[in-house]
């Protein structure tokens, strides 16, 4: 489901953009994205009981570009309103990381899979830093495509190639973590082998007594 809401506003931008009759799909994507990104915002809140400060934060950046776009009548603007939110995620990764001495990636992982990862901090590190890089580096990806190439074809980037690069950026995590996954996994088993051996041994000793 907060899958779903991650990519509401963008999945509603495309759509609107490439199935609208109108001679200028620009604008009426726009309208889209403004309101399914207020959409998302109160789905999150009403899902997790507060507010996602990123998701607040990427709003603002939302509505004030995507109102400059309509006012002047200026796709240039909601293009640079990407890289702007790609650039602002970055910048709070690397906040948390170096300020708060905190891994937002370690704390995304761990409400994933509901449970703490025993990983080495060197590990959480790396892998924390490899995501606001690949931010700034998007987003500037994302401006050479808006212009050099048509507008429907940075559109079509927007979504297929933000996903790519996500899924990317995921696959990554998962591969760095997966040694410690596994071994948690492992430890697991044995535990639960060493409790049914030792349950098996004190019901003998009971029967023995008996």
């Keep these: 489901m907060k899958l779903l809401f991650d ?23 726009v309208q889209g994205l403004i309101v ?13 009981g507060k507010f996602e400060k990123l998701h ?4 603002l950046v ?25 650039w602002l995620t970055a910048g709070v990764f690397l906040f948390r990381q170096f300020v708060h001495k905190k891994y937002l990636i370690q704390d995304m992982m761990q409400a994933a ?5 025993n ?3 060197k590990t959480w590190m790396s892998v924390n830093l490899m995501w606001p890089i690949g931010y700034i580096l998007f987003g500037f990806i994302n401006l050479y495509v808006a ?8 559109v079509k980037f927007k979504l297929f190639g933000l996903f790519g690069f996500t ?3 995921l696959i990554f995590t998962i591969v760095k973590l997966y040694p410690y996954l596994s071994l948690e996994g492992e430890d697991k088993t044995e535990e639960k082998s060493s409790s049914a051996v030792e349950k098996m041994n004190q019901q003998e000793a009971t029967n023995d007594k008996q």
């Design 113 to 117: 899979i509901d449970e703490k990862l």
């Design 56 to 59: 607040l934060w990427v709003l």
């Design 62 to 86: 939302t509505i004030v570009f995507g109102g400059m776009t309509l006012a002047f009548r200026d796709p240039a603007f909601v293009q640079w309103k990407a890289s702007v939110v790609l």
């Design 7 to 29: 990519y509401l506003p963008i999945a509603v931008f495309v759509g609107i953009y490439f199935y609208s009759n109108s001679e200028t799909p620009m604008y009426p994507a």
């Design 36 to 48: 399914a990104s207020i959409i998302q915002t109160i789905g999150s809140r009403l899902l997790t």
């Design 147 to 154: 212009f050099n190439f048509s507008e429907a074809f940075w």
């Design 167 to 169: 899924l990317s950026l």
């Design 119 to 121: 990983v080495p901090k």
